[in-house]
């Protein structure tokens, strides 16, 4: 079946140091990834997103791999700051599916001072 | 720009009585969403519109209604509300794929109570 999870629900890190939130998806059709960052009280907010023909994207302090062969994809935040605190979703779209999007469930991301 | 608008922030119904959501966007999106969320999981969609005109079932539809009154907004209606629908409802909106890009722009949520 199709499905978007999460291996932690909980990942606590150091301030100052990287941080690498996973994300495993079942469906070998999926287009396109998106990691989304959720604060407290708002909507998500998008991060940065990586197509399927795509195993690696960098964008400023943020990295995302995609792992094709274990449907693997990971979001690694360098030098993690206390505005990093959040709840991060990964979504996957299915592009010939009139663009459906699944959300994963989440992985709150504290910071340890 | 304001980005995705939606009202009310907060509303409280009894089981039974019904109550529209509402949602605009200032992007010029061809594409909006309604999603819930509830505690500790991810984001649920409940309607899609992929244009102005077309509206299409999510994941959670039953209960809802929505209606895509132009390019602008695109409204949740909860014809007898139930206390399963007690949640926080996101809009969102997207180019839909235009040029390749998917990302969503997120409302601020409605947190919805139903006693």
């Known amino acids: 079946g199709e499905s978007v999870g999460l291996h932690l629900p909980t990942l606590s890190v150091q301030e100052g140091d990287n941080s690498i939130i996973n994300c495993a998806y079942s469906n070998s059709a999926s287009d396109y990834f998106i990691w989304y960052k959720q604060e407290s009280g708002k909507g998500p907010q998008f991060i940065i997103d990586?197509?399927?023909?795509?195993d690696k994207r960098q964008g400023q302090r943020v990295t995302v791999l995609l792992n094709k062969t274990v449907k693997h994809l990971s979001l690694q935040i360098a030098a993690t700051q206390p505005g990093d605190s959040a709840v991060y979703f990964c979504?996957?779209?299915?592009?010939?599916?009139?663009?459906?999007?699944?959300f994963g469930k989440g992985t709150r991301l504290h910071i340890l001072p | 720009n304001a980005g995705v608008t939606q009202t009310p922030k907060f509303q409280v119904l009894k089981t039974g009585q019904s109550m529209t959501l509402q949602c605009a966007q200032d992007m010029n999106h061809n594409s909006m969403y309604w999603y819930r969320q509830d505690p500790g999981m991810g984001l649920r969609l409940i309607y899609y519109s992929a244009s102005e005109g077309t509206t299409d079932k999510g994941e959670v539809p039953n209960g809802y209604n929505v209606s895509r009154l132009n390019k602008r907004e695109f409204s949740l209606r909860l014809e007898s509300a139930a206390p399963s629908q007690t949640s926080v409802y996101f809009c969102?909106?997207?180019?839909?794929?235009?040029?390749?890009?998917?990302?969503?722009?997120f409302g601020p949520g409605t947190r919805l109570t139903v006693t």
């Open positions: 969102a909106s997207s180019w839909g794929g235009v040029g390749g890009v998917y990302e969503q722009y």
């Open positions: 990586i197509r399927s023909n795509m």
């Open positions: 979504a996957e779209i299915f592009m010939n599916r009139d663009d459906k999007i699944i």
